[in-house]
């Protein structure tokens, strides 16, 4: 892990590690301390003991007064010259102790799912569905106090109770709290939506704060900066679930329904348009909004068009 850090710090990490690393460091306040610690200490590790200007005696003299005060004792030797090469050697196993001391604390578990979805069961038996793409960083102190993951990207949750325990997802920047509870989280460049399935669900972003229980959904638009309670048209827990909008022999009005709860759009379907019935499979995450609506008007042999967050499917 030093390794990560040190090229997190030379910024020689991909993209993917990098966010990995970030998501680390958000984790939990005691990564902060590790990473800086570690930098510290490589950045020592690589001063040539030649470089000029430097005091070596003065140096050692206040490790010398670090280590009394950490064990209480008031006596300062100072070493002669020719005992500079073992005082390196000592300075230089003292920082590699440190150093393991510092990775042998305890880190976040990150979980990460690829191309498929990761299924996770916590320490508290919440169950957690990652889906593609996703990272969940859990602190190291998970469960005991209190439940505290960090999320990138979707994810389905199932909470489990514990009124002593709040649960909290830090998703972007939102804060999302929870006592038991199933809802899925959706993040994309424009919304931030949590869906409530069961139970109470409290979203705080700045000063900010509502809450939504189920066939309802959080929405933050990312632009306006702004947290909202919306009510579901439909249940679409199964489609978030499986992240398949799957329509067969069912009218465009209620079709249309679903894509408005799934990505926070509008859609206005001209009257005779309505009660016409397509079938075909939509994967969510994967297909936008756009070529949804496109592949509903070209089914039906309609067109359409946009402006802004509305679209318009006419004959």
Not at 44 to 52: D, L, S
Request: net charge positive; hydrophobic share 40%; glycine share 4%.
């Amino acid at each position: 892990m030093e390794h990560k850090l040190i090229a997190f710090y030379e910024q020689t990490l991909s993209a993917s590690e990098q966010q990995e690393v970030e998501l680390w460091l958000e984790a939990d306040a005691n990564n902060k301390k590790i990473y800086d610690d570690t930098i510290t200490i490589w950045k020592q590790a690589k001063i040539n003991p030649e470089y000029k200007g430097m005091n070596k005696q003065k140096a050692w003299h206040q490790l010398q007064q670090q280590l009394g005060a950490a064990t209480g004792s008031k006596k300062v030797y100072r070493l002669r010259p020719a005992l500079w090469k073992m005082g390196a050697i000592a300075a230089s196993v003292m920082a590699v102790i440190i150093l393991a001391i510092f990775i042998d604390k305890p880190r976040p578990a990150l979980y990460t799912a690829e191309a498929a979805t990761e299924n996770i069961k916590l320490q508290d038996n919440s169950q957690v569905t990652l889906f593609a793409n996703a990272t969940l960083a859990v602190a190291s102190d998970f469960n005991k106090k209190h439940r505290t993951v960090t999320l990138s990207g979707d994810a389905f949750f199932d909470i489990a109770k514990n009124p002593q325990k709040p649960f909290v997802i830090h998703s972007g920047d939102v804060d999302v709290a929870v006592l038991g509870t199933s809802f899925t989280i959706q993040q994309n460049a424009r919304f931030q939506t949590v869906f409530v399935h069961s139970g109470k669900v409290k979203a705080t972003f700045q000063n900010q704060s509502v809450t939504a229980t189920a066939q309802q959904k959080i929405v933050k638009d990312n632009s306006a900066r702004q947290l909202k309670v919306v009510a579901l048209q439909t249940n679409i827990e199964a489609v978030l679930k499986s992240r398949l909008l799957r329509v067969k022999d069912d009218r465009i009005d209620s079709v249309v329904q679903m894509v408005e709860d799934l990505y926070n759009v509008e859609v206005e379907t001209a009257p005779e348009l309505k009660s016409k019935k397509i079938t075909s499979t939509y994967v969510i995450g994967v297909e936008t909004p756009d070529q949804i609506i496109d592949g509903i008007a070209v089914t039906i042999g309609a067109s359409w068009s946009k402006k802004n967050n509305r679209y318009l499917i006419t004959k």
